[in-house]
């Protein structure tokens, strides 16, 4: 915890932008319990509950990752900065238009000067995407798995690939003009559920860095395949234009590799909860 502390530290500006995001969110979810969520038309303060709530805990995530990226000081500055902008427009927008009643990406009641709100908030999601796939490049680099913590830039390395997964859902959504697809699709779940590899699959590197009883990588390994496995499988639900509530063999997988991932959870958490109660003297290896 200590050094996720600091970690967070070092990266003081995209910290408190993530953290803006969540107090919006909670300003938003106190809103809806006394007025309700919908506003007008178009407006849904639910839909901006989530959307600040996820963008606050993506650029957290981030915060904490960034620093393993060692990126040149002139990407630094250019990344933080092209994102804090970004996210403050992007809060912004969807915060205001949806207390107004409007839908801030694809109004049919708006003025046109929503509409032109809307196509920068387009070009604002396009321009957040361009510069993560170029920074999440760095821990694709061959370097990366020689210097430092190994463990730690495979899983930001199985994150990433699920983070792109989900930028092409949103992309998806922006050509469709619509979250829903087919008879039941909804591609927000697949947006969503894809941007957590970036916590969920460093987490049990971090875990296993806190124990003895158990070395090397398979574990990290197995949760960054069962993690994409199960973004996959709820990519190909909703493109067959079903929600993934829908119980298929598809889904099917999709459960059963995120249990297998949890199982791996609970059984390093146990490790790690025991070993800092009674710290081991030998270490096994396994």
Same mark, same amino acid.
């Given at each position: 915890m200590q050094e996720m502390i600091s970690l967070l530290k070092k990266e003081k500006v995209l910290l408190v932008t993530g953290l803006l @995001?969540?107090?919006? @969110?909670l300003f938003c979810q106190i809103y809806i319990m006394i007025f309700g969520a919908t506003t007008g038309a178009e407006g849904n303060l639910s839909k901006a509950v989530s959307f600040n709530v996820s963008l606050g805990i993506f650029l957290i995530t981030t915060a904490l990752i960034i620093g393993f990226a060692q990126l040149?000081?002139?990407?630094?500055i250019t990344f933080r900065w092209a994102y804090v902008v970004a996210a403050l427009y992007s809060y912004g927008l969807?915060?205001?238009?949806?207390?107004?009643?409007i839908d801030p990406r694809f109004t049919q009641i708006g003025s046109p000067i929503d509409s032109i709100l809307a196509m920068i908030f387009g070009l604002v999601a396009f321009t957040m995407i361009g510069f993560y796939i170029v920074f999440a490049s760095h821990f694709f680099k061959k370097n990366k798995l020689t210097e430092g913590r190994r463990g730690i830039i495979i899983a930001i390395r199985y994150g990433m690939l699920t983070t792109m997964l989900s930028f092409a859902a949103g992309i998806w959504i922006s050509v469709l003009q619509s979250r829903f697809t087919g008879d039941t699709g909804n591609i927000i779940w697949l947006h969503g559920f894809g941007f957590h590899g970036l916590q969920f699959i460093p987490i049990i590197a971090w875990l296993l860095e806190q124990q003895q009883k158990i070395h090397g990588r398979?574990?990290?390994?197995i949760c960054g395949i069962v993690w994409t496995i199960a973004i996959i499988s709820i990519a190909i639900q909703t493109l067959l234009g079903q929600s993934i509530f829908e119980l298929s063999f598809i889904i099917g997988v999709a459960i059963f590799s995120f249990v297998v991932y949890v199982c791996i959870f609970i059984f390093l958490l146990i490790t790690v909860v025991k070993e800092k109660r009674h710290p081991p003297t030998i270490t096994h290896e396994m």
């Amino acid at each position: 915890m200590q050094e996720m502390i600091s970690l967070l530290k070092k990266e003081k500006v995209l910290l408190v932008t993530g953290l803006l @995001g969540l107090l919006l @969110g909670l300003f938003c979810q106190i809103y809806i319990m006394i007025f309700g969520a919908t506003t007008g038309a178009e407006g849904n303060l639910s839909k901006a509950v989530s959307f600040n709530v996820s963008l606050g805990i993506f650029l957290i995530t981030t915060a904490l990752i960034i620093g393993f990226a060692q990126l040149s000081r002139r990407m630094l500055i250019t990344f933080r900065w092209a994102y804090v902008v970004a996210a403050l427009y992007s809060y912004g927008l969807e915060t205001i238009q949806h207390l107004r009643g409007i839908d801030p990406r694809f109004t049919q009641i708006g003025s046109p000067i929503d509409s032109i709100l809307a196509m920068i908030f387009g070009l604002v999601a396009f321009t957040m995407i361009g510069f993560y796939i170029v920074f999440a490049s760095h821990f694709f680099k061959k370097n990366k798995l020689t210097e430092g913590r190994r463990g730690i830039i495979i899983a930001i390395r199985y994150g990433m690939l699920t983070t792109m997964l989900s930028f092409a859902a949103g992309i998806w959504i922006s050509v469709l003009q619509s979250r829903f697809t087919g008879d039941t699709g909804n591609i927000i779940w697949l947006h969503g559920f894809g941007f957590h590899g970036l916590q969920f699959i460093p987490i049990i590197a971090w875990l296993l860095e806190q124990q003895q009883k158990i070395h090397g990588r398979r574990l990290i390994h197995i949760c960054g395949i069962v993690w994409t496995i199960a973004i996959i499988s709820i990519a190909i639900q909703t493109l067959l234009g079903q929600s993934i509530f829908e119980l298929s063999f598809i889904i099917g997988v999709a459960i059963f590799s995120f249990v297998v991932y949890v199982c791996i959870f609970i059984f390093l958490l146990i490790t790690v909860v025991k070993e800092k109660r009674h710290p081991p003297t030998i270490t096994h290896e396994m």
